[in-house]
């Protein structure tokens, strides 16, 4: 049976999509409103304007200096208005009024309000006003046309929408938000003032045309504004307020998607290997292997992510030391009280023409340089031991890149700081689209300190944009598969990126790839999930000393294992405290928070819906460890850490 639809000419806002476009009916409602005719921009006056013409009036002819000394409006502000008044003809060239403008003014003063009756819409989806009034006249006529349902998607409708006329207020708030939009668009409609507004009771039923495709971009829906303003950022939150609780129509999206993702072409390009780099050969895996896996982009990528640069110069600066003796360096840090290697090693980078960091060096602890020996690369140790080794060492290569970058040090700490909010679950996903401005630097400082170490002359090439946007949609696919809409809806958008990400690598994984990439980012997405939970709630009256063995204790007690595992015993007290105040330092520091600011009630249901939360957890903190190893993984150990991941967030949901 064909459907009565309004016709609002062809809407097509969208870019690059993939696939075409559907189309929506979507039910609405039409109430009638009578109110006031805005005045036409064109012929109105501003304040300004007015306050000049009512002295020209008054006082009779006036220059611009007399008009800014009378009413104290910047000069250059007087003459642009008097410029405007006389291209209007409201003045003449000596700034007289002009006798048939003065007979205007006098007729405005009385001139009776014209009203106006308009159209304002209500969705019946979720009984949404629309933020658009449709007047009626001879220019604007309300057209329709017909549809038939096998064109076009019905939007299900509520019958407690129906029939609930808007209330005048309702009107001034579309009328503002219409203004608003049409400024945004390069209008000039304004608004009117609104004081006598009449509201019919019954109202009119059509259904408006709603374009949905879905973008390159990111995968993800887009409705078109039904009445040509761009998108419609209310149909699209009524939208996924429908996904979420009607699972037919959920089903028919998802449906759509997948026959998205399985009825593209491929392409000649999709099976094509990433072209080498000259430092990607034989010998070089063999000399400096953890180095080589960070210099590559990750599965899926063409650039480096800020992770990859920080991890890069880690081991650059390792192999650095390593290539050296850094015997008498660990001698050196060892033997020197802790509370003094700050001005030791501040001592040994002016030396070798280093600018020391503005908060000074931090002391080295012992672990840390046994962590070294042990084959582990931490930017703190590894640019002590690379500064006391070129202090003794003319020929050492870091006095090179302390001649071109003697702020080397604080660039260092700056691309740590923003490689750790990453990694710990703030900001967006570390997976940028073009190369960072980080990545000639890195370069240049790692084919210093190694000179085996060399790189291409032209820049890579991005990920082809049809590819990006079909991976980007058969992960957004599968997660929303995963979670549902209604959970998926509830993560936020940061959250959601980390998992599409991470998805994005689940699809396309295979045995013994790297998963470190994929370790990442779902220890940032369990962390980011952990901080939710942690926001509005009072940290326990405790000792700093306690914090461990009482989550511990918690843990035990609600039946979540024995005791905490090492990786959440090592937790540093500074962290967990700064965690409970409110500043998410590590995922092992907010499970701390959690376990230590949650009731027995919650923790019990929690052991009842996920008995290994805790042991999920500890699998997710160790595969990911400092995060900059490489984590070669068969596929049933990355899907175990995938499940260890997903399942812990959807209890934290439920909980």
Request: hydrophobic content about 40%.
């Amino acid at each position: 049976m064909p459907m009565k639809l309004l016709d609002y000419g062809r809407l097509n806002p969208f870019g690059d999509i993939i696939g075409k476009p559907k189309r929506l009916a979507w039910p609405v409602d039409a109430y009638r409103v009578t109110l006031p005719k805005a005045p036409d921009d064109s012929e109105s006056l501003n304040p300004f304007e007015r306050v000049i013409l009512k002295l020209l009036d008054v006082a009779g002819v006036m220059d611009a200096n007399s008009l800014a000394d009378e009413t104290r409006i910047p000069l250059d502000l007087v003459k642009v208005i008097l410029l405007r008044l006389r291209d209007r003809g409201f003045i003449n060239d000596h700034n007289a009024i002009v006798k048939s403008k003065r007979d205007d003014l006098v007729g405005q003063k009385v001139e009776v309000p014209v009203f106006v009756t308009s159209l304002l819409f209500r969705e019946l989806a979720t009984g949404k006003l629309l933020p658009f009034l449709h007047t009626l006249d001879d220019t604007k006529p309300l057209r329709k046309k017909e549809g038939e349902g096998s064109y076009f998607r019905l939007v299900p409708s509520d019958d407690a929408y129906k029939h609930e006329p808007p209330k005048p207020r309702d009107v001034i708030r579309a009328l503002r938000t219409m203004k608003r939009r049409s400024a945004a668009f390069g209008k000039s409609d304004s608004t009117p003032a609104v004081q006598l507004i009449t509201i019919a009771r019954s109202s009119e039923s059509y259904y408006l045309e709603c374009p949905i495709a879905i973008q390159k971009c990111d995968g993800e829906f887009r409705i078109a504004d039904p009445f040509g303003n761009g998108f419609s950022l209310v149909l699209e939150n009524a939208f996924m307020q429908l996904l979420e609780k009607d699972d037919k129509l959920a089903a028919r999206v998802r449906d759509w998607k997948q026959s998205l993702s399985k009825n593209r072409q491929p392409k000649s390009g999709d099976s094509k290997e990433r072209l080498k780099e000259p430092f990607e050969n034989d010998t070089n895996w063999q000399l400096y292997p953890n180095l080589i896996a960070s210099l590559r982009p990750s599965r899926n990528t063409s650039f480096r992510s800020v992770s990859e640069i920080h991890a890069s110069l880690e081991w650059a600066l390792f192999y650095a030391c390593y290539r050296r003796s850094f015997n008498d360096a660990i001698t050196q840090l060892k033997f020197t009280l802790q509370l003094e290697h700050p001005n030791l090693l501040s001592r040994a980078a002016k030396h070798v023409g280093l600018i020391p960091p503005k908060h000074g060096f931090r002391p080295i602890p012992e672990g840390k340089l046994i962590d070294f020996e042990n084959g582990q690369a931490v930017l703190g140790t590894v640019v002590s031991l690379a500064v006391l080794q070129a202090e003794k060492d003319e020929s050492h290569p870091l006095r090179r890149v302390a001649s071109s970058h003697p702020d080397l040090i604080s660039k260092l700490l700056d691309i740590k700081r923003r490689r750790d909010e990453k990694g710990h679950g703030k900001g967006g996903v570390d997976a940028p689209e073009a190369e960072l401005p980080d990545d000639p630097l890195m370069r240049e400082i790692v084919h210093t300190l190694l000179p085996d170490i060399s790189f291409a002359d032209t820049p890579p090439a991005g990920l082809d944009k049809d590819e990006r946007g079909d991976s980007l949609l058969d992960a957004r696919v599968s997660i929303q598969g995963e979670f549902g809409f209604k959970a998926f809806n509830r993560l936020g958008a940061n959250l959601q990126d980390r998992l599409i990400h991470a998805e994005g690598f689940w699809l396309s994984c295979k045995d013994g790839d790297d998963a470190l990439v994929f370790a990442c980012d779902l220890y940032a997405a369990v962390q980011s999930a952990f901080a939710r939970e942690l926001v509005g709630k009072m940290p326990p009256d405790i000792g700093d000393s306690e914090f461990v063995n009482a989550a511990g204790r918690k843990v035990s007690h609600a039946k979540l294992g024995e005791a905490l595992p090492k990786c959440l015993q090592t937790v540093k007290v500074l962290a967990i405290r700064q965690t409970l105040q409110g500043i998410g330092q590590t995922l092992g520091s907010c499970v701390i928070a959690f376990l230590l600011m949650s009731d027995s009630d919650t923790l019990r249901a929690i052991a009842d819906s996920q008995p290994t939360f805790i042991d999920d957890i500890a699998n997710v903190i160790t595969r990911r460890g400092h995060g900059n190893e490489p984590l070669p993984l068969p596929k049933a150990e990355i899907a175990r850490l995938r499940k260890a991941s997903y399942s812990t967030i959807k209890t934290l949901l439920e909980t």
